[in-house]
Nanobody, 116 residues
Framework: QVQLVESGGGLVQAGGSLRLSCAAS????????MGWYRQAPGKQRELVASITGNTNTMYADSLKGRFIISRDNAKNTIYLQMNSLKPEDTAVYYCHLRTVIGSEYWGQGTQVTVSS
């Protein structure tokens, strides 16, 4: 079993920054892609950013330039640096992991609230 533990969410004013962390533990044999998704009230869950083991990254087009994803393979941890936050970034942010054999895992989610 794999556990994903997120941290770093909270309340921030518009224009501020937050850094999310997600640590993976458990029966991890080979992590493929890790990433962040978010879900705002009344909306579908959407991809924010993802990163592979060799640090290839992918971002939602609307977030490029403001959000930065990074990875520490030694710690099985990914980070999401969120800058210039906007009220529309308010959502629950979920960590996601997909192993090289296709197994998928989700974190419990961390709330990010951006006040105007």
């Amino acid at each position: 079993q794999v556990q994903l533990v997120e941290s770093g969410g909270g309340l921030v004013q518009a224009g501020g920054s937050l850094r999310l962390s997600c640590a993976a533990s458990g029966s991890i044999f080979s992590i493929g892609v890790m990433g962040w998704y978010r879900q705002a009230p009344g909306k579908q869950r959407e991809l924010v950013a993802s990163i592979t083991g060799n640090t290839n990254t992918m971002y939602a087009d609307s977030l490029k330039g403001r959000f930065i994803i990074s990875r520490d393979n030694a710690k099985n941890t990914i980070y999401l640096q969120m800058n210039s936050l906007k009220p529309e970034d308010t959502a629950v942010y979920y960590c996601h992991l997909r192993t090289v054999i296709g197994s998928e895992y989700w974190g419990q989610g961390t709330q990010v609230t951006v006040s105007s």
